[in-house]
């Protein structure tokens, strides 16, 4: 498959454990968030979004937990899979809206 | 069916050649992108489009265009290839902002080689 990142940070989690992911945003301004994976050979897919009212939102085995004072994105993935290993990109709309900022992603390899 | 597609998948060109990437949305979303990825830097934006008539250069433009020919297509040419555009290419579409999520829909991208 397609290399997406060669030089990712890499987390390796042991099937069954909780993921954590991280990511640090840059702009203050920003006001709505979204959590990205993409797997090998493919676009990335939506996993969650947030917006900056909120401190913490939830989806189906999916959490993100949004840190405004200290710019601090998290992502927290229960009982992960092997379907989960993927590269995981956090991303800011930072103003105009609908235009998206991306960090630089996070490879997540679960081993069995 | 897929909802953004891109073609072609794989181009392998060559130094000085012109090439259009093309990308077509079956969502109806009136706002379109293009992004280009490179190992380590992820997903940088080069033009996007709110509307037809809407064209607007992201923050690596230099050496791409781009043509809205309708709502639903959205190509990226290269007029002069360079060995430093080779990455994979990514197109993207969203609905009107607050109408809901700002998420973006993603085609399956293009790798581009230039050699």
């Known amino acids: 498959g397609e290399s997406v990142g060669l030089h990712l940070p890499t987390l390796s989690v042991q099937e069954g454990d909780n993921s954590i992911i991280n990511c640090a945003y840059s702009n203050s301004a920003s006001d709505y968030f979204i959590w990205y994976k993409q797997e090998s050979g493919k676009g990335p897919q939506f996993i969650i979004d947030i917006r900056s009212n909120m401190d913490k939102r939830q989806g189906q085995r999916v959490t993100v937990l949004l840190n405004k004072t200290v710019k601090h994105l998290s992502l927290q993935i229960a009982a992960t899979q092997p379907g989960d290993s993927a590269v995981y990109f956090c991303a800011e709309n930072t103003g105009t809206a609908s235009k998206l900022t991306f960090g630089t992603g996070t490879r997540l390899q679960v081993t069995l | 069916d897929a909802d953004v597609t891109q073609t072609p998948r794989n181009r392998i060109t060559k130094t000085g050649k012109r090439i259009m990437l093309e990308c077509s949305q079956t969502k109806g979303h009136d706002r379109m992108y293009w992004y280009r990825q490179d190992p380590g830097l992820g997903l940088r934006l080069i033009y996007y489009?709110?509307?037809?008539?809407?064209?607007n250069k992201g923050e690596i433009s230099d050496g791409y265009s781009v043509s809205r020919q309708a709502q639903a297509k959205f190509s990226l040419s290269l007029e002069s290839a360079i060995p430093n555009q080779t990455a994979l290419y990514f197109c993207?579409?969203?609905?009107?902002?607050?109408?809901?999520?700002?998420?973006?829909?993603f085609g399956p991208g293009t790798r581009l080689t230039v050699l």
């Open positions: 489009s709110f509307d037809v008539k809407d064209i």
């Open positions: 993207a579409t969203s609905a009107v902002a607050g109408e809901g999520s700002d998420e973006q829909f």
